[in-house]
């Protein structure tokens, strides 16, 4: 593998979306916290290969709001990873 794939690359987006809320279903925040750093480590080591793993740690922080996702009026009931 060279690089980070950041072009669509999902077989089927929606129906992973659909998987990956469903799998936080009944979780509290701390299981749900708990379970997205474990399938973050279960991916970092199926890709392996360091510079990507660097290169994908850039991007996904710089990517998003970081200060307005932390405000309390973003955090809802409901969970979404």
Known sequence: MSGLVTTPNLQSPDDFYEALIDTHQGLSDDQSHALNARL???????IGALPVLREALAAARASGDLQAADSPANHRSTRTP
């Open 40 to 46: 973050v480590l279960l991916l970092a080591n199926h």
